[in-house]
């Protein structure tokens, strides 16, 4: 197989790149823009949250360093907590950018592990895809949430690998390996990545992607840290598609045992 | 009259519109959304839309998330 033409679908839309990227918590927008180009991702998350009323109307608006023309935008429904609000977001991201109905649902359940809600993201799943949209779902790594997510007409589910923003890698990769094993739509790993070999690992289980803001934008040097992701994905990807050597308890020699001229 | 924006309360002419109060915050032309009492008020009918006394209105955009 010939990586360079691998894409996947999200949406009846090919992506070449299986690095999506989140856009919080850089220094500034120029950082924003700095670090997604070199992560090479083709779709970027935004949240959406009240403009500030008089202040500075001239202020650069994120869009303008990731326009919607290059990237496609995935508006998340981040911070929501009811399967309302996130339903809420949904609708006002869609207003916001002109009838783009491509979403990233995510209902948390707790501050403290910011874990999902899964019973009020199922009903907001349910709501949103009814309505029309497209929904790519935040949720946990429970292999049968999963796949009735699947069911409902969810077109990406994204597990998390250990809570957002902790960088503690793939805690669990037995479910996750469950999960892309016994799916029919596309596997994002969501959350918890937190250096390069966390994404090659996503991808060595067979997930058709992974979806990171933290690893990237709390790096020391985040423009270089979008970089390696960008490289771990393609390593581990090609990994996977290589399919690796067994396992084995002892030894195999690399050089031939014949022919040793003592 | 008064109404509630981003949930504050603020002073606007009677029989302001949407489009009237967009043009007064200078958010004319930007990426914005608005809700007028949890009614998304899409941006092709600010001109039409009359705003009301007590109204609470919520003006969003995109920012840095992920």
Do not use: W
């Amino acid at each position: 197989m010939n990586s360079s033409n691998d894409s996947f679908e999200i949406a009846g839309k090919t992506y070449k790149s299986r690095l999506l990227v989140g856009s919080g918590k850089y220094k500034n927008l120029e950082e924003t823009r700095l670090a997604t180009e070199a992560s090479g991702a083709e779709i970027v998350t935004v949240a959406i949250r009240r403009s500030n009323i008089g202040q500075n109307p001239d202020e650069p608006n994120l869009l303008d360093a990731i326009p919607p023309e290059k990237y496609t935008i995935l508006p998340n429904t981040a911070g929501c907590f009811t399967a309302d609000d996130a339903v809420r977001t949904c609708q006002l991201a869609r207003e916001l950018l002109d009838g783009h109905s491509l979403v990233k649902l995510e209902v948390l359940g707790d501050q403290k592990t910011l874990y999902p809600d899964v019973t009020a993201t199922l009903e907001a799943a349910e709501t949103l895809i009814k309505d029309g949209f497209q929904v790519m779902v935040y949720t946990t790594d429970d292999p049968l949430i999963a796949k009735r997510l699947e069911e409902m007409g969810c077109v990406a589910v994204m597990p998390l690998a250990a809570p957002i923003g902790s960088g503690l890698g793939i805690r669990n990769p037995h479910n996750i390996r469950l999960i892309v094993e016994n799916a029919s739509v596309p596997i994002l790993v969501d959350a918890g990545v937190g250096t390069a070999s966390d994404a090659a690992i996503a991808m060595e289980l067979g997930c058709d992607g992974v979806l990171m803001n933290t690893a990237i934008a709390a790096a020391k040097d985040p423009v270089l840290m979008a970089s390696a992701m960008r490289k771990g994905i393609e390593a581990g990807r090609e990994a996977f598609l290589a399919g690796r050597m067994p396992k084995r308890a002892y030894a195999s020699a690399s050089s031939p045992l014949d022919g040793l001229s003592t | 009259m008064v109404i509630t924006l981003n949930g504050e309360e603020q002073n606007i002419a009677d029989g302001a519109t949407a489009a009237d109060l967009v043009n007064s915050l200078e958010l004319t032309g930007k990426r914005i959304a608005m809700e007028v009492n949890r009614t998304i008020i899409p941006r092709s009918r600010y001109e039409e839309h009359q705003l009301t006394d007590g109204d609470k209105i919520e003006i969003v955009h995109a920012i840095g998330g992920g």
